[in-house]
């Protein structure tokens, strides 16, 4: 091949390869932007209060009986609500045990009572508002707060004890400052197919470090959570957003896989030493049967 048909392919090529770094830097700046975006834990003094020697417990059946009567588990490993079967008499019965929650003293209560609290309150709000909403395809649009990326996550949606809250500020300003448990993201459910599974029955103060635990394990060994495809490792975008949680490095979230990975994706993480891609899919958690 004569010199006048190589330099063409070769500015091709290196055009090529131009586009492929201007494309990752890109992505690398918006995955950036959005992690810095991401609400950061900032601890709310009101909610610290708690009474260590407390025995008294929470009655978290009314969510316990939606969700075993409406949280089905899709082909795809994913759980997902059947929003459009819950019956007016069972939507009463929801807005009756937010009510309830609403109006519970929850500093009288010990810890691990006010961690499932919180977290069942998070969880059986955010249905509630797709409900309210439905049909649609994705929870971010019920775009009705000044979230940056859309969304009704900053949107103040109930009073407790006379304090008006966001979901975020029971996940940020709340559950992540007072517990600093990075299992916590494997609790709260935002209700999209990439978020981890919203779990079969309600948090207890009992119940609340086992299925912590086992929402992280099944979240994590999911395709959701992480996986290995065409060589390269693709997790959460969870772990970009959150990455502070995570030990505040790539480093940090492998080492966090790791410990939670059963042997398939334990063999995959092995020699791992960078992440290539993060996703999330922020299609709602329908379930149509």
Request: with cysteine.
């Amino acid at each position: 091949m004569d010199k006048e048909n190589r330099a063409p392919r070769a500015n091709r090529a290196a055009r090529r390869s131009a586009l492929v770094l201007f494309l990752g830097a890109a992505l690398s700046g918006f995955m950036f932007l959005e992690a810095a975006l991401a609400p950061k834990a900032d601890p709310w003094p009101r909610w610290k209060a708690f009474e260590a020697a407390s025995t008294a417990v929470i009655d978290h059946c009314p969510w316990d009986q939606f969700l075993k009567k409406y949280l089905k588990s899709g082909p795809d490993g994913v759980n997902r609500v059947a929003y459009g079967r819950v019956t007016g008499d069972d939507r009463r019965a929801l807005y009756e045990y937010l009510v309830a929650l609403r109006l519970t003293s929850i500093e009288r209560f010990n810890r691990a009572e006010q961690l499932a609290y919180w977290i069942n309150l998070y969880n059986a709000l955010t249905v509630r508002l797709v409900l309210e909403y439905y049909p649609i395809k994705s929870i971010k649009e019920i775009d009705v707060s000044s979230a940056v990326f859309g969304g009704p996550w900053d949107r103040k949606l109930l009073d407790v004890r006379g304090v008006s809250l966001s979901l975020n500020d029971i996940e940020h300003r709340i559950l992540r400052p007072i517990w600093r448990d990075p299992r916590i993201h494997y609790a709260v459910n935002c209700a999209a197919i990439g978020c981890p599974d919203l779990l079969p029955l309600a948090f207890t103060g009992a119940n609340a470090g086992i299925l912590l635990d086992l929402g992280g394990q099944n979240f994590i060994n999911h395709r959701r959570g992480a996986r290995v495809e065409d060589g390269q490792l693709i997790v959460s975008k969870i772990y970009a957003w959150f990455v502070d949680d995570f030990g505040g490095s790539e480093e940090g979230v492998l080492a966090h896989l790791r410990h939670l990975a059963e042997p398939q994706l334990a063999r995959a993480l092995e020699g791992r030493t960078s992440i290539d891609d993060y996703e999330y899919d922020w299609g709602l958690n329908d379930s149509r049967s």
